[in-house]
């Protein structure tokens, strides 16, 4: 079956710009997280998502929002992008997100703020 | 403050030495997860533990709830292997992950 698909792989944005994000979950996964990977900070959650409601946030700025379709996809939105925002955004799904059936983790996408 | 603890940060074995990395967390989970990302970024789920041992291949997973410690093995390690190691929990309180900083294993020939 499909993993979980990440849009773009690669993406360079100025400093300033707004950033989308796409994550599509495997087929049947409800639950699609979403985290922040960078050399100083390591990973970090930013949110997740469950039937179309965000369910937990992990601590970051409003600039970083999200929402999750009917179909599960989800996208991640960065306003008013800093070079600190580079990064590698990595997201997961799940069948529950309650932790009882594993996570499956696409392969993320890699922003560079310039 | 970090939830989750992993020992040592940065890891450099002989090829066929046996492999220990160790993760201590501090808060009640619902799960704890082994992840290994190789250079490139992809992160793959290796085991998923909520209580005793699990093996898959040359890798072993162990968790001690009432200790709040699981480690990771890997027996006869090989150049592959080499990868960061990351354990991350899921606590019971929410639906995200909790990380640690993880374990830069670098296996020699």
């Known amino acids: 079956k499909a993993g979980v698909t990440q849009t773009p792989r690669y993406l360079i944005k100025t400093r300033g710009q707004q950033v989308t994000l796409s994550c599509s979950p495997i087929?049947?996964?409800?639950?699609v997280s979403w985290y922040q990977q960078t050399p100083g900070q390591g990973l970090q959650f930013l949110f997740e998502?469950?039937?179309?409601?965000?369910?937990n946030k992990g601590n970051f700025p409003g600039r970083f929002s999200g929402r999750q379709f009917s179909n599960s996809r989800s996208e991640m939105n960065v306003s008013t992008l800093e070079l600190g925002d580079s990064a590698l955004y990595l997201c997961?799904?799940?069948?529950?997100?309650?932790?009882?059936?594993?996570?499956?983790f696409g392969s993320g996408t890699r922003l560079t703020v310039v | 403050k970090n939830e989750v603890e992993q020992s040592p940060q940065n890891l450099t074995a002989q090829e066929g030495e046996f492999i220990t990395i160790n993760c201590s967390y501090s808060?009640?989970?619902?799960?704890l997860h082994w992840l290994q990302q190789h250079p490139g970024g992809g992160i793959v789920s290796l085991f998923m533990?909520?209580?005793g041992k699990k093996k898959h291949g040359r890798l072993i997973a162990t968790i001690n709830i009432q200790e709040k410690h699981s480690s990771l093995h890997i027996t006869a390690s090989h150049p592959r292997d080499s990868a960061v190691y990351i354990c991350?929990?899921?606590?019971?309180?929410?639906?995200?992950?909790?990380f640690g900083t993880g374990t830069s294993l670098t296996v020699i020939p």
């Open positions: 998502y469950f039937s179309e409601t965000q369910r």
């Open positions: 991350a929990v899921t606590p019971n309180t929410g639906n995200q992950f909790y």
């Open positions: 808060v009640g989970i619902s799960a």
């Open positions: 533990l909520s209580s």
């Open positions: 087929s049947g996964h409800r639950s």
């Open positions: 997961a799904s799940s069948p529950d997100g309650g932790g009882g059936y594993g996570y499956t």
